[in-house]
C-alpha cells in the first residue's frame, strides 16, 4: 500500500509541486512572522538595556490622565524640579540627574524640510553631557543645540550651522554647536533623532514650563542594590510618583516598538492566512483530481481487498508527505523573509538598531509545520473521502467521467454562505462581543460558501464570459472545454475570486469613506481654503497659532477658524477636546448653530459642548466644569454654549488661552473663508508665504484637503495589493494545474484536432481562451463578492460618519483586466505543451 | 503499379517511401521502398496484418508522419520539407479523416462536428453538398446532438461527413469499423463506397479485415513493409484467398 502511494506520487511531481508551493508560500509568512518578532523584539530589548545602562532607578510622575480605552497611551505629567533634590538626598543616591525630555523635537533640514524619522522618535532633552562628542561642544546658551550624529546626517547639517526646531512652540532658530554619539561608536540609539537644548530652553520647548522635568534619571552607590534604592526613594517621594529600576524601565519602553511589532506580525499572519486560504482551493482541486484520474487504479486496489480505511490513508499520507516536505521548506523561506525583513527594519530612518542574531524560537518550527501540514491535509480530507467511496467495480468499467448532480454542493454552498452572511451581519452591526473575530469568521465563511455555490453558476456565467471569444473557432473550443467540468473550473475560480474580492471589499471601503468625506467638506465647510499637512507619526502636523491671525488680517479674507486637539479629564473623565481661536468665524465656516446660550464667542474660561454630549454627561448651560489638560492646572469652565452637532464640528470646545495648555496646543487645522468678490488664488499666495515657518503644512482648496486626508490610504491599499499579488500568485498557479491537467486528459482530442487541420497557434488559442474564461470568471466572482462585502461594510459604519457608498468602478474594471491577462499568463505553458502534442501517438490506439 | 490513364493524376503517391524507428538495437523498419498511387476518384483498400507497416504508411501519405526516405505527394504537393503550419493547412484543405474511435469532440453538437474542419480554416460549407452528405448518412434528425448521445454507428457516420464536407483530394479511413457491430460497419462501408462512386471522392481505407476490404474498388497488400500483392474489383473471398497465400508464403 506505502509503496503503491509513493509511486504514484513520484508520477505526478509537477502537479504536487504545484500545489505544494501554495503551502511554501503561506507557511513562509508564518514563519517570517515569527522570525522577524523574535528578532526584533531581542533587538529592541537590546536597545533598552543599552539606552538604560547607566540607569539604576527611574522616577516620573504619575499620569494625571492614565490611558483610557479610546487611547491606550498616557499622557506623561511633568514632575516638579524639588523632586530632584528629595530623590538626591535619598540615602544611596550617588546622583540623580532632572531629565527634560520628550517625543516631538522637529528639525528642519539643509533642504528645508522637516527631517522626518519614519517610525523612531525625534527626542528633545537637555543636555547632560554624558555622551561621547564627535565634534564642538554642548550648549551653553540658550541659541545653541546639539543632535546626536545619526540626525546631523540625515538633516545634512554640521557645527556651525544655524537650524530652525519645531517643538510645543513655533520654529525657533539654534546654532548646532556639538554633534555626539553614543558607546560603542552609534550614530543613534535604534533610529531615535535627539537634539539637546540647555536645560530651561528642553523645559520650556518639550515640557511647556520651566523647572519641570519628564522623569528624574539616579545611579545608585556602590553597594547599593537597584531594587533598594528603588524602595527608598519610592517611599520618600510617596504617592504621585512611579518609580521603576532601570532593568523595569527599559522592558517597558521595550514594550512599545514590540507593540508596533506585533501589528506588522498581523500583517505578516493575515499575508499567511490569504496564502493558506487560497492554498486551499488549489489542493483540494490537486486531490480531487488525482483521485479522479486514479480511479480504476483505486478501485483495482479495492477489488484486491484494500479497504476503504486504507483509501483514505493512502490519499491523506500523500498530504502528509506534501504537507511535511513544503512546511520544511516553506519554514526555510520563512527564515530567510524574517532576516531579510529584520535587516530592512534595523536600517529605517537612517536608524541603526543592533540585531541580536537571528532567532529561529522553537514556536516558529512547531507553528510553521502544524499550520503547513494542518492545512494541506484538511484541504485533502474531502478527496481522499471521495476515493474511499469509489466502488471496486469502477476498475472494470470503462471510466467515465461521472457527472455528479450539483443540487448537493448547491445547498450546502447555500447554507454555508447564508451561516457566513449572518456572521459578518453580526460582526458588522457590533451585537456580542470579539466583533472582528466575528467579522473575519463571517468573510471566510462567506467565501466558503460562495466557492461551494460555484459549480451551480459556473455553467451560465462561464458561457456568457466564453461569448466574448466566440467569433473564433479555437475561442469557441476553449470556451466549450472550460465549461465542461464545473466543479473544477469553480474551485479554480474561486482560488482568485478570494484575492479579488478582498481587495475589491477594502477599495470599496476606502473609496466610499473618501467619497463620504468629499460629502461632508462640500456640504458642511464653508472654507475656501484649508491649512492642514499629512500626519507621518504619532503626532499630528501642527502651524504657528499666529499664522491664524496674521491670516485674518490679509486683505480679501472674511474669517479665519483654527483648532488644535487634546485629551483631558473632564469632571473626571477621559474626554478629547478642541481649542478654537475664533468660535464666531467657527459658526460661519462650520454653519454652527446654539441651541442655548450662545456660540457667537468664547473667552478665557468658558467651554461650549454639543447638544447630544451634553446630554449624555448631564450638563446643562452655566454648569461650571473641572477640565484637566494634557499640561498644567485644572481649568474650571463656565458652560455658555450649547450647539447643535454635526459631522464636523462636535464635542467640546475651548478657547485657545485654555487651549496653551494642550499636550500640542499649535493648531492643528486652519480654515479660510474669503471675503466674496476677492480673489482665492492671491489669498493662497499671501498664506503660503505665511506659513514658511511651518514646513509642516500647506494651504489648499478643499479637494486637496480630502486628498490630504485620505493619503494614508494609499498605503493601506499598496499593502493590500501585496496581499492580492500573493494570492493572484497562488490561483495562477491553480489555473496552470487545472489546464494542464486538461491537456493531458484531452490529448486524443488535440490530436484529432491537429490533425484535421488545428494549426499549432490556434491550438494555443484555445487553451488560452479557456485559462482567461476561467480566471475572467473568478475575477467577476471576486468583484461581485467584493463589492457586496464592501458594501455591508460600508453600510455598517453609516453610523461612523461613512454615508456615501462609492463603489470603484475604475479599480473592478482593472482587476477584470488583470484576471484576463493573468489567464494569458497561466495558459503560457499549458498551451505549449498541447501545442506540442503528437498527433500519431494522440490517436493511436493500439 | 503502371502508369496513370491520360489527364488522370493520382490523389496521392509514394515513391519508394522508407520508415525507420529508432536507430541501432532498436531499429525499427516500418517501410522498406514502398511505391503506391492512389487513384483519383477510387476507393483503395491497404490490407495487412498486424505490423505490415498499413497505418505508418497511412500516416506517412497523410502527412501526419515524415518519411525517412523517399517521396510523398498529395496532389502535386510534394510534402517532403514542408513545415508543421504548411502541413496542417494541406491536412485541412485537401485531406479527410476518419480514426477508429475518438473521432469527434464531445463538447460540438454533430453538425458542428461536421462543419469543423470548415470552421478552423474560416470557410464556409456549400450548404447542398452539406444537406446531401447529411442526408444520405441518415444524420438529419440527430444534428443537434452532442456524441455522448449517439450510437456508436452514428458517431462513425458523423465522422464520415466531416471528412467529406470540405471535398478533400483524399479521405483516410483508418478501420473506421474497427469498433462497430457488423450492420454498423457495412452501413459506414457502403457510404464510402459510394462517395467514391456517385462523387468521385478518392478513398483509402486502412483495415485487417477482408470483409471491409471488399468494398473497396482496389486492395493493396503489405506485409513487412513491402507492397507485396494487389487485387481489383476484390470480394471477400478473393481478399482473403490472396491473404491465405501472402501467409502461407511468409510462412514459408
Known amino acids: 500500500m506505502l509503496r503503491a502511494t509513493f509511486s504514484s506520487m513520484l508520477q505526478r511531481k509537477l502537479r504536487l509541486t504545484l500545489s505544494g508551493l501554495a503551502v511554501v508560500l503561506g507557511v513562509m509568512f508564518v514563519a517570517g512572522a515569527f522570525v522577524l518578532t523574535d528578532t526584533l523584539g531581542r533587538s529592541f530589548d537590546g536597545l533598552f538595556t543599552t539606552v538604560y545602562s547607566k540607569t539604576d532607578v527611574e522616577v516620573t510622575a504619575k499620569s494625571k490622565i492614565a490611558a483610557s480605552e479610546a487611547s491606550h497611551d498616557e499622557v506623561p505629567t511633568p514632575l516638579p524640579a524639588s523632586a530632584v533634590q528629595t530623590v538626591d538626598d535619598v540615602p544611596g543616591v550617588a546622583v540623580a540627574h532632572g531629565i527634560a525630555m520628550a517625543d516631538g523635537a522637529r528639525v528642519i533640514g539643509a533642504d528645508g524640510k522637516i527631517v522626518n524619522s519614519a517610525g523612531p522618535p525625534r527626542f528633545g532633552t537637555n543636555w547632560l553631557g554624558d555622551q561621547p562628542l564627535r565634534d564642538g561642544h554642548g550648549p551653553q546658551a540658550d541659541n545653541q543645540v546639539a543632535m546626536n550624529a545619526a540626525l546631523a546626517e540625515t538633516a545634512g547639517l554640521k557645527v556651525g550651522d544655524s537650524v530652525g526646531i519645531l517643538t510645543l512652540q513655533p520654529k525657533r532658530m539654534f546654532t548646532l554647536v556639538g554633534i555626539f554619539g553614543y558607546d560603542g561608536g552609534k550614530d543613534s540609539l535604534g533610529g531615535a533623532q535627539v537634539v539637546a537644548f540647555t536645560e530651561p530652553v528642553a523645559q520650556e520647548l518639550m515640557l511647556g514650563e520651566r523647572s519641570v522635568y519628564s522623569s528624574i534619571d539616579v545611579r545608585a552607590d556602590d553597594g547599593v542594590s537597584a531594587d533598594t534604592l528603588k524602595g527608598r526613594i519610592a517611599s520618600k517621594l510617596g504617592d504621585g510618583y512611579v518609580v521603576k529600576t532601570g532593568a523595569e524601565a527599559a522592558a517597558e519602553r521595550s514594550a512599545g516598538p514590540k507593540e508596533f511589532l506585533s501589528f506588522f506580525n498581523k500583517i505578516l499572519l493575515g499575508f499567511a492566512g490569504v496564502a493558506l486560504f487560497v492554498g486551499i482551493f488549489l489542493i483540494v482541486n490537486t486531490f480531487s483530481i488525482i483521485v479522479a484520474q486514479r480511479t480504476r487504479e483505486l478501485a483495482l486496489l479495492r477489488a484486491v481487498g484494500a479497504s476503504r480505511r486504507q483509501m483514505v490513508g493512502s490519499v491523506l499520507l500523500e498530504a502528509l508527505v506534501i504537507g511535511a516536505l513544503a512546511s520544511l521548506v516553506g519554514l526555510g523561506a520563512g527564515i530567510g523573509v524574517g532576516a531579510l525583513l529584520a535587516a530592512v527594519f534595523s536600517q529605517v530612518g537612517g536608524g541603526d538598531l543592533a540585531l541580536a542574531g537571528i532567532g529561529v524560537p522553537l514556536s516558529a518550527v512547531i507553528g510553521s509545520l502544524a499550520v503547513g501540514i494542518l492545512v494541506t491535509l484538511i484541504a485533502a480530507a474531502i478527496p481522499a473521502l471521495r476515493a474511499a467511496r469509489i466502488p471496486p467495480v469502477a476498475a472494470l468499467t470503462e471510466a467515465a467521467t461521472p457527472d455528479r448532480p450539483l443540487t448537493r454542493v448547491t445547498v450546502a454552498g447555500g447554507a454555508v454562505f447564508a451561516a457566513g452572511a449572518m456572521l459578518l451581519g453580526i460582526g458588522l452591526t457590533g451585537v456580542g462581543d470579539a466583533t472582528l473575530w466575528t467579522i473575519l469568521g463571517g468573510v471566510l465563511i462567506s467565501f466558503i460558501g460562495v466557492a461551494l455555490l460555484t459549480p451551480v453558476i459556473a455553467r451560465p456565467v462561464v458561457g456568457a464570459v466564453g461569448r466574448l471569444f466566440a467569433w473564433s473557432v479555437p475561442g469557441k473550443l476553449g470556451r466549450l472545454n472550460s465549461g465542461r467540468n464545473p466543479r473544477r473550473t469553480a474551485i479554480t475560480a474561486a482560488a482568485l475570486m478570494v484575492g479579488i474580492a478582498l481587495i475589491t471589499g477594502i477599495t470599496t471601503v476606502l473609496s466610499s469613506t473618501t467619497a463620504s468625506l468629499t460629502k461632508l467638506v462640500n456640504e458642511q465647510v464653508q472654507a475656501d481654503l484649508i491649512i492642514s499637512g499629512e500626519q507621518s507619526g504619532p503626532r499630528p502636523p501642527t502651524f504657528d497659532p499666529a499664522v491664524l491671525d496674521r491670516a485674518a488680517a490679509l486683505p480679501g479674507v472674511d474669517a479665519v477658524a483654527g483648532a488644535s486637539f487634546d485629551q483631558a479629564l473632564v469632571d473626571g473623565k477621559r474626554q478629547s477636546v478642541a481649542g478654537v481661536n475664533d468660535l464666531a468665524a467657527v459658526k460661519r465656516i462650520a454653519s454652527l448653530r446654539a441651541t442655548a446660550g450662545t456660540v457667537d464667542e468664547l473667552s478665557a474660561g468658558q467651554v461650549v459642548l454639543d447638544k447630544d454630549l451634553a446630554a449624555k454627561a448631564g450638563v446643562t448651560l452655566g454648569q461650571r466644569i473641572t477640565t484637566q489638560f494634557s499640561r498644567g492646572a485644572p481649568h474650571t469652565l463656565t458652560v455658555t454654549g450649547i450647539y447643535e452637532k454635526s459631522e464636523m464640528v462636535n464635542g467640546w470646545l475651548v478657547s485657545a488661552v485654555d487651549a496653551a495648555d494642550f499636550g500640542i496646543p499649535q493648531p492643528v487645522q486652519g480654515y479660510l473663508k474669503v471675503a466674496d468678490g476677492a480673489s482665492v488664488a492671491d489669498v493662497r499666495t499671501q498664506v503660503t508665504a505665511l506659513l514658511a515657518d511651518s514646513p509642516e503644512v500647506t494651504v489648499g482648496d478643499r479637494s486637496e484637503f480630502v486628498k490630504q486626508q485620505t493619503s494614508q490610504f494609499d498605503t493601506v491599499l499598496a499593502m493590500i495589493q501585496i496581499l492580492l499579488a500573493l494570492a493572484i500568485l497562488i490561483a495562477v498557479l491553480g489555473i496552470v494545474n487545472t489546464l494542464a491537467l486538461s491537456v493531458l486528459e484531452r490529448t486524443r482530442e488535440l490530436g484529432l484536432l491537429r490533425a484535421i487541420g488545428l494549426r499549432r497557434a490556434q491550438t494555443m488559442r484555445m487553451v488560452t481562451v479557456e485559462a482567461v474564461v476561467i480566471s475572467v470568471f473568478g475575477a467577476l466572482l471576486g468583484v461581485t463578492v467584493g463589492a457586496g462585502l464592501g458594501t455591508a461594510v460600508v453600510r455598517a459604519l453609516k453610523s461612523e460618519g461613512i454615508t456615501q457608498l462609492a463603489l470603484p468602478w475604475t479599480q473592478m474594471g482593472t482587476y477584470l483586466v488583470l484576471a484576463a491577462f493573468v489567464g494569458v499568463l497561466a495558459a503560457v505553458l499549458p498551451a505549449i505543451r498541447a501545442a506540442r502534442v503528437n498527433v500519431l501517438t494522440a490517436i493511436a490506439y493500439e | ?252
Open chain 2, 1 to 252: 503499379m503502371g502508369t496513370m490513364p491520360e489527364g488522370m493524376t493520382a490523389a496521392a503517391r509514394a515513391v519508394d517511401v522508407w520508415k525507420v524507428y529508432g536507430t541501432g538495437e532498436a531499429q525499427v523498419v516500418a517501410l522498406r521502398g514502398v511505391n503506391v498511387e492512389l487513384e483519383r476518384g477510387r476507393f483503395t483498400a491497404i490490407m495487412g496484418p498486424s505490423g505490415s507497416g498499413k497505418s505508418t504508411l497511412m500516416h506517412c501519405l497523410a502527412g501526419l508522419d515524415a518519411v525517412t526516405r523517399g517521396e510523398v505527394y498529395i496532389g502535386e504537393t510534394r510534402l517532403a520539407g514542408l513545415g508543421d503550419a504548411r502541413l496542417t493547412q494541406l491536412r485541412r484543405e485537401q485531406v479527410g479523416f476518419i480514426f477508429q474511435q475518438f473521432n469527434l469532440l464531445p463538447t460540438l453538437s454533430a453538425e458542428e462536428n461536421i462543419a469543423l474542419p470548415m470552421a478552423i480554416a474560416g470557410r464556409k460549407p456549400n450548404r447542398e453538398w452539406l444537406d446531401a452528405v447529411i442526408d444520405t448518412l441518415g444524420l438529419r434528425d440527430r444534428l443537434r446532438h452532442r456524441p455522448s448521445q449517439l450510437s456508436g454507428g452514428q458517431q462513425q457516420r458523423v465522422a464520415c461527413a466531416r471528412a467529406l464536407v470540405s471535398r478533400p483530394d483524399v479521405v483516410f479511413a483508418d478501420e473506421p469499423t474497427g469498433n462497430l457491430d457488423s450492420r454498423s460497419g457495412a452501413e459506414v462501408l457502403a457510404f464510402l463506397r459510394n462517395s467514391a462512386r456517385e462523387y468521385g471522392q478518392t478513398i483509402v481505407l486502412v483495415t485487417h479485415d477482408p470483409n471491409a476490404a471488399s468494398y473497396a474498388d482496389r486492395v493493396v497488400f503489405l506485409a513487412d513493409g513491402h507492397v507485396v500483392a494487389e487485387l481489383r474489383d476484390p470480394t471477400a473471398e478473393t481478399v482473403l484467398d490472396t491473404m491465405k497465400r501472402l501467409d502461407a508464403m511468409v510462412l514459408g
